[in-house]
């Protein structure tokens, strides 16, 4: 029998078609909306714990080429390692060994330097690593062409009824919401809108057939409220990166790459002349296919010290959760980190052991996932303020505010990269 129930009381559904109803799916007990990186590793995670889901995302296919490439420091490698995939990623870019930063704002050029030696902090493709993720699942784990459009609970069976946009319809029994930082599961679960920063990233990928000079490193140039920054990936792929000022949405900017590009170079121009002419050259030669422009949103900060993640047998994670900027390099982890709490929690319920569709088992989902909420609430609190401040700090042309967050900065995060030794625990 399918443990999928299709609804019969929900007039909207009533009037649908059967085979609109069930073209998603047959019998699985998880629904997972969004193959992103938390999407995809969320899947990941319960496929290795024995636990089978769905993933629904609207796109046609894998998004893998969106933002060019990411960060992935040790906690990132930890949870990657637990799910059984930082192998084959390592073969696919550089171990980095130092971040390089310099401030030449407010008149200063105070050059900072940490070693890597310590931890491993690779910047993958994110191909590479949507790809990889992609891979490992078990074939028909992930469903194209299903755009989310509401969500709501049947009012007599309390399951989520999921809506898309094509019309059709599924009543899921778990549903895990990885559908990014304009997400409508969050929307569902009444947390509030996600802010945006007064900054855009413009990202980019440059080859170099023949390879670079540059040395296996981060480097990062900031000068009032631009940044600038290149990081190797390997001896012939390096990725850069712009934090520009805020450009509205209706901008030719964002149409075409050819004017995004120009504009980056345009506002890059002040900086001092050996700092301009080596991401000139990155940025001319880019591949103009890698190249995109984005806002940065965040949920604040003190909105995920009180925000319900989770009601019924419905909840988020990822960036739909937690998104919070690229400042620290760290969202693309931390949904890769809830992937193997959740997987991990929702395990320990030993799910098939429970008559499928029963109210044991509804109520088991929802302590997991309150467990689940309860675990990684203040981990990502704490990432979240830190973004916060750093791209506050980034974003405001103020002498005064700048003072003000970097004070804040100093007394809340006196060791600046202890995020990275977070261990997200085993599978
Ligand atoms: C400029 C920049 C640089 C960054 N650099 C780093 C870094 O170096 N390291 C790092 O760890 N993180 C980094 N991040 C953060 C990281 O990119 C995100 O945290 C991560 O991609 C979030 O993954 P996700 O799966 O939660 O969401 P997303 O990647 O947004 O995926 C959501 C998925 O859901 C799908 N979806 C959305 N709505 C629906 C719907 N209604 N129905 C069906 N499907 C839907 C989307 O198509 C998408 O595939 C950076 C972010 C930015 C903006």
Known sequence: MHSQTYIHSDPLIESLPLSNISRAMD???VVIIGA???GLATALALHRKGIKSVVMERSE?????TGAAIGIQPNGWRALDQLGVSENLRHTAVRLRRFRTLDISLGGGKQKEISLCDGETRWLRRKDLIDTLYAELPPGAVKFGFQLESIKFDPYSSKPVLRFIDGSSIVAKVVIGCDGGKSIIAQFLGLKPTKIFPLCAVRGLTYYPNGHSYDYEFA???KDNISVGRVTIDDNLVYWFCFLPYIPKDEKVWEDPEVTRQLTLELLSNHPQEIHQEIHELIENADMKSL???HMRYRAPWDLLTGSFCKGTVMVSGDAMHVMGPFLAQGGAAGIEDAVVLARIMAQLDLNSVESGSKVMAHKVEE???QFVKQRRMRVVRLSLQTYIIGMLSGTPSFIKKVIYIMLLVVL???PYNH????CGDL
Do not use: A
């Open 220 to 222: 990062k140039v900031m």
């Open 413 to 415: 995060f006196p060791n």
């Open 292 to 294: 995109s422009i984005t």
């Open 420 to 423: 990275v030794n977070y261990d």
């Open 368 to 370: 997991s996932f309150n």
């Open 61 to 65: 296919s894998l998004r893998n080429v």
């Open 36 to 38: 992103g990186i938390c």
């Open 27 to 29: 019998d699985d007990e």
